[in-house]
């Protein structure tokens, strides 16, 4: 059995494109203890999260932890805290190129693989009133860096993306499957 260890409607929707033979754990990893200035942070979460819950499966099943961050330079923007740290967020990203690293973990008969998977965006240039509406017409206080390309069709965030597209949703379909086949879990 495939166990997501997560609890993010994005990723149990996008798992469904890999299998739809999994269930849902949620991981009992508290991610604010990690220091957030750390190098490969979404890496690390994910395998926090993985082994979180490892003690509730069998060995001979399969664990998928998945982390998401956006980043730009060497500032780390996580979930926003408030609706004016997101309309911070968004304003500095307007009209840069930023990062959005995923780290997966999975854990599958006494391996644990874990991999970065990064896109890049290119945000427009972004006006007060855009970013206002955004906001208002979108739960971004639980997004990493303020935002979600799926909503972006009526609001013009985004300029460009290069690399996966399901990554930037939260969780790098692609890859994980590939990981998945190698190790002969699908």
Known sequence: MIYLASTSPRRIELIHKITNDFKIISPSFDESKLDKNIEHLSLLESLNK????QNLVNFEDCI???DTIVTYEDRIFL???DLVDAFNTLKFLSNKT??????YTIIYKGQTISKEVTTEVTFNKLTDEQINRYIKENNVLDKAGSYAIQFDEN???INKI??????VIGFPTEQIKETLLELKVI
């Open 50 to 53: 993985a082994k979180s819950v």
């Open 64 to 66: 998928i932890g998945c």
């Open 79 to 81: 979930k926003p805290k």
């Open 98 to 103: 930023h990062k959005v690293i995923s780290g």
């Open 155 to 157: 609001y013009h965030l």
């Open 162 to 167: 290069k690399g996966s597209l399901d990554n």
